[in-house]
């Protein structure tokens, strides 16, 4: 329990010593901002910011409630668009199963798996004991959670002296820090392979108004850049 806790603490500080905290701070300023401006109340946001915990599925919540769509129609959009946490989820949780890792322990760290954990997880982990890589997300989680909440509260009575222009600036900050950070912890061929097809492949799909234009972004790319890296070893 006491290298648990102190992993959790560890986890904890590395998420405040992080470049995401300010990105979380930032983007979770616009999502404050714009719940207050559909009328939400504070503890609304800052409760679907726990439970939801995707800021572009929590703008389409906001977008989509406070235009009058139906909570069915929303409940749709918004699980679409998590959707993409599931591949983030699914190569996250066997670099902190250990041996003696319960289902039920990954659990929590299934939820707080977003872009700013996910990047982080795997730059910080492979310098942390397998058996408390589980402690240490959770505090690396609820680090970045809380950053956001911190962001939501001071987006919420900063309303009034945002300008619609900035707000969509901040909202802009994930996205693209997620990119850097992907760009910068790409290490293989097949890494730098499928970003660079991602660049290209996604602005032409969304120029041709193509549906689901992410994922299809992360079908052709991923796609690509791992036949090539499969041609290139069968080739050795």
Same mark, same amino acid.
């Given at each position: 329990?006491?290298?648990?806790?102190?992993?959790? $603490?560890?986890? @904890?500080? !590395?998420?405040?010593?992080?470049?995401? %905290?300010?990105?979380?701070? /930032?983007?979770? +300023? *616009?999502?404050?901002?714009?719940a207050?401006?559909?009328?939400?109340?504070?503890?609304?946001?800052?409760?679907?910011?726990?439970?939801?915990?995707?800021?572009?599925?929590?703008?389409?919540?906001?977008?989509?409630?406070?235009?009058?769509?139906?909570?069915?129609?929303?409940?749709?959009?918004?699980?679409?668009?998590?959707?993409?946490?599931?591949?983030?989820?699914?190569?996250?949780?066997?670099?902190i199963?250990?041996?003696?890792?319960?289902?039920?322990?990954?659990?929590?760290?299934?939820?707080?798996?977003?872009?700013?954990?996910?990047?982080?997880? $795997?730059?910080? @982990?492979p !310098?942390?004991?397998?058996?408390?890589? %589980?402690?240490?997300c959770? /505090?690396?989680? +609820? *680090?970045?959670?809380?950053?956001?909440?911190?962001?939501?509260?001071?987006?919420?009575?900063?309303?009034?002296?945002?300008?619609?222009?900035?707000?969509?600036?901040?909202?802009?900050?994930?996205?693209?820090?997620?990119?850097?950070?992907?760009?910068?912890?790409?290490?293989?061929?097949?890494?730098?392979?499928a970003?660079?097809?991602?660049?290209?492949?996604?602005?032409?799909?969304?120029?041709?108004?193509?549906?689901?234009?992410?994922?299809?972004?992360?079908?052709?790319?991923?796609?690509?850049?791992?036949?090539?890296?499969?041609?290139?070893?069968?080739?050795?």
């Amino acid at each position: 329990m006491p290298s648990s806790l102190s992993a959790f $603490f560890a986890g @904890l500080r !590395a998420s405040f010593l992080s470049v995401f %905290v300010l990105v979380l701070v /930032g983007t979770y +300023i *616009g999502i404050g901002a714009l719940a207050h401006d559909y009328g939400f109340g504070l503890d609304w946001i800052m409760a679907s910011t726990v439970l939801v915990w995707a800021g572009p599925s929590q703008v389409i919540m906001i977008s989509a409630l406070g235009a009058g769509a139906g909570l069915l129609e929303t409940a749709i959009a918004v699980g679409l668009s998590c959707v993409r946490f599931l591949p983030m989820v699914v190569a996250l949780l066997p670099l902190i199963r250990g041996p003696q890792t319960r289902t039920r322990d990954l659990l929590i760290p299934a939820h707080f798996t977003a872009a700013s954990m996910w990047v982080e997880s $795997f730059r910080l @982990l492979p !310098a942390v004991p397998i058996e408390r890589r %589980v402690a240490y997300c959770n /505090g690396l989680g +609820i *680090g970045f959670m809380l950053s956001g909440q911190i962001g939501c509260v001071i987006g919420y009575f900063l309303t009034a002296s945002l300008p619609p222009l900035l707000t969509a600036a901040l909202l802009f900050l994930t996205p693209m820090s997620f990119l850097v950070s992907t760009a910068r912890n790409a290490r293989s061929l097949a890494d730098r392979l499928a970003l660079v097809f991602g660049l290209i492949v996604c602005p032409i799909l969304v120029y041709a108004d193509i549906g689901l234009d992410l994922m299809w972004t992360g079908i052709i790319a991923g796609s690509l850049a791992y036949g090539i890296h499969r041609l290139r070893g069968a080739r050795r």
